[in-house]
């Protein structure tokens, strides 16, 4: 069967139908027939293509222009909002808009997952596994990888320190260098002849580019009583900081070593979450183009939808130390998301008296898509934000004010996205 409207064929009759006799299939087909639903409205659909294209590209950008912009700052409470927030509408986006919707596009009770080879499997959590091991294989190599060939992998450098404007976070690591010894005065790394090799660190230190993870956690102690004259000294330095400086963030600009490592270690992450996204977006644009009467009701959750997913990629993305023959990457890749569903809405205007996303073609492309990307989103969000944010990261536990902040924010992003999931 090649699509869902060829359901009847073969001597099924919709107006006279015996379920105790007729085919399952032959009536779920018929049933979730979809047809082209385009009632015109032509001005609000263009209308949505610019209104989603600044809004989405608004906020992907405003985290990357926080941690790029020298004069512009924002306080800690904002910066861990964007976040978190965005982490927790990357998980729900994961369950509730993307896996759900492939179980009603190939899933066992629909047209597609009733029909030949479809009907043996339950197709939607199997692709979705499958692509949540793929990409972990990928992560997993890059960073052996990164691992072999630069060795330990870069020093904590301050990047929250860069984008807000918490004073003290940038300015702590240098005081602490300038008490321990084998740290270097000037940026508080470890010096060559005494950096230990702790191979675990570089999981956590290559992949969270804010974690406040301090070169102390690294840097062997003899005694209790030196490590307190440590957080004297550290206090007292931070008494007299004034406001920090993306300098102090080199990471973020610089050629050095260490950004160009943890570079190539993180922007694999990035690249597979927007990949994913962007899959999504596409399905979104499309629908959004050709849809009837659910038009006026679709419309302002798609914006709604589509910024609250680049507020969680541009907070991701405003983290990446990118060396500077990159310098032009991070506006690339907001670029790439803006214009996503913007281009799959005009697609859907070309195409809107023809295009059924409804039919069994158009089921099968976007159901086994909403797989695929579910997977990417699953991993992304549990392993690289919540794992790595929160389980590993031994240092913000230590704040507890702070980390019930974090996951305020982090159930509100999942909380208000999952409620999104009612229209769209």
Excluded at 65 to 77: H, M, N, Q, S, T
Excluded at 240 to 247: A, F, G, P, S
Excluded at 336 to 344: E, K, N, S, V
């Amino acid at each position: 069967m090649a699509d869902a409207s060829t359901a009847t064929d073969g001597g099924f009759n919709p107006s006279s139908v015996d379920l105790d006799a007729a085919n399952p299939r032959d009536v779920i087909c018929y049933l979730n027939q979809g047809g082209n639903e385009y009632n015109g409205r032509l001005g609000i659909r263009i209308s949505a293509i610019f209104v989603i294209l600044v809004a989405s590209s608004a906020t992907t950008l405003f985290p990357v222009l926080c941690a790029r912009v020298r004069w512009l700052r924002i306080p800690v409470p904002v910066y861990l909002f964007a976040r978190y927030f965005g982490a927790g509408v990357i998980i729900a986006t994961a369950f509730i808009h993307l896996l759900d919707p492939a179980y009603s596009e190939i899933g066992p009770a629909t047209c597609v997952g009733m029909t030949d080879g479809w009907s043996e499997y339950s197709w939607p959590p199997a692709i979705a596994m499958a692509s949540a091991m793929i990409i972990f294989l990928l992560d997993f190599g890059a960073e052996c990888w990164v691992e072999q060939k630069y060795g330990l992998p870069h020093n904590d450098v301050d990047v929250q320190g860069a984008i807000t404007t918490d004073a003290s976070a940038a300015h702590g690591h240098a005081a602490e260098g300038e008490c321990d010894e084998g740290l270097s005065p000037s940026n508080g790394t470890v010096a060559p002849e005494t950096r230990p090799s702790y191979s675990h660190q570089s999981h956590q230190f290559l992949h969270s580019g804010d974690q406040n993870m301090d070169v102390k956690m690294v840097a062997a102690r003899p005694s209790d009583n030196r490590a307190k004259e440590k957080e004297a000294a550290l206090d007292a330095e931070n008494a007299d900081v004034e406001n920090t400086d993306v300098e102090n963030a080199q990471i973020l600009t610089g050629n050095s070593a260490e950004t160009e490592r943890a570079f190539k270690q993180q922007i694999v992450a990035f690249l597979i979450l927007e990949f994913g996204v962007i899959f999504h977006s596409v399905i979104i644009g499309l629908n959004l183009g050709v849809v009837g009467e659910e038009l006026l009701s679709l419309y302002p959750v798609v914006v709604f939808h589509q910024s609250f997913e680049g507020l969680g990629i541009g907070a991701r993305l405003s983290v990446i130390p990118f060396p500077k023959r990159f310098n032009w990457m991070p506006w690339a890749l907001c670029a790439a998301y803006g214009l996503t569903t913007p281009i799959a809405i005009a697609i859907g205007l070309g195409l809107a008296t023809t295009y059924d996303p409804g039919s069994f073609t158009a089921s099968v492309v976007s159901g086994v898509l909403d797989s695929i990307s579910a997977g990417i989103l699953l991993y992304t969000g549990f392993v690289e934000m919540l794992g790595r944010d929160f389980l590993y990261n031994k240092e913000r536990s230590r704040q507890p004010k702070r980390i019930l902040y974090m996951l305020f924010c982090l159930f509100l992003g999942v909380a208000l996205m999952a409620l999104l999931g009612k229209w769209a």
